[in-house]
């Protein structure tokens, strides 16, 4: 079975510092798709990156960079010089194929709340 | 602008009463999807449509149904069978979800439900 693990169920900061949340999956799949998202205290899901499993080349985008190890099956994210308005809770996905020659399917974590403080 | 539309925000359902849950989308996305969150939880999959006229079982499809009669509409209707409706209900379409498929969803903001 797919599985996307989140360990970290909250985490804490002042403001300004930088912070990397985890997540590890795990898949049989050979060809699969990886994201984040974040859901602030509103409660839509806001997309924010993603990324297939033959691409690891790492990225950064302003203040956030991802770190996507095929070998630990891992895809940490990774806010810098945080903000308040950075705290939500924080999703990673894995795509994964419903049935064979079918749909995919998002599998979440159970997510991280992050909250900054001033 | 173009975007998903839940409606109502909240939502109150009575014992043995059934509701539906309304979402609309005008991105011209083929794929639509329901999911439910509960406190502390991640989405987990209700119902799917790929196509109009057509929709599958998602892993917590017991207690609810849904119709996509049209490509821009996904209802879902929580039954008096779902003994346990109270959760954050949240649609999510995208552009196709076929199985090479990398689109990502986009989301509604989602309609909480509670029970009288």
């Known amino acids: 079975a797919q599985k996307v693990t989140q360990a970290q169920t909250e985490i804490s900061v002042v403001e300004k510092e930088d912070v990397t949340l985890d997540c590890v999956y795990e898949?049989?799949?050979?060809?699969?798709?990886l994201f984040w998202y974040k859901q602030p205290p509103s409660g839509e899901l806001v997309f924010l990156i993603r990324?297939?499993?033959?691409?690891?080349q790492n990225e950064i985008s302003g203040r956030y960079s991802w770190n996507f190890q095929k070998s630990t099956s891992s895809f940490n994210f990774t806010i810098t010089a945080s903000q308040v308005v950075d705290s939500a809770v924080y999703f990673c996905?894995?795509?994964?194929?419903?049935?064979?020659?079918?749909?995919?399917?998002?599998?979440f974590g159970s997510g991280t709340q992050l909250t900054v403080l001033p | 602008d173009g975007g998903i539309t839940q409606s109502p925000k909240y939502l109150f359902r009575k014992e043995g009463q059934n509701v539906t849950l309304s979402c609309e989308q005008n991105?011209?996305?083929?794929?639509m999807y329901w999911y439910r969150q509960d406190p502390g939880q991640g989405l987990r999959l209700i119902y799917y449509?790929?196509?109009?006229?057509?929709?599958q079982k998602g892993d917590i499809a017991e207690g609810y149904s849904v119709s996509r009669e049209k490509k821009e509409s996904f209802p879902l209707t929580v039954t008096s069978a779902q003994k346990n409706p109270t959760a954050f209900y949240l649609c999510?379409?995208?552009?196709?979800?076929?199985?090479?498929?990398?689109?990502?969803?986009?989301f509604g903001d989602g309609t909480r439900l509670s029970i009288l």
């Open positions: 999510a379409s995208s552009i196709s979800s076929g199985v090479d498929s990398n689109q990502p969803q986009h």
């Open positions: 449509s790929q196509i109009v006229n057509d929709f």
């Open positions: 898949t049989r799949d050979t060809t699969y798709y």
């Open positions: 996905a894995l795509s994964e194929a419903i049935s064979s020659g079918s749909a995919r399917q998002l599998t």
């Open positions: 990324r297939n499993s033959f691409d690891e």
């Open positions: 991105l011209n996305h083929d794929a």
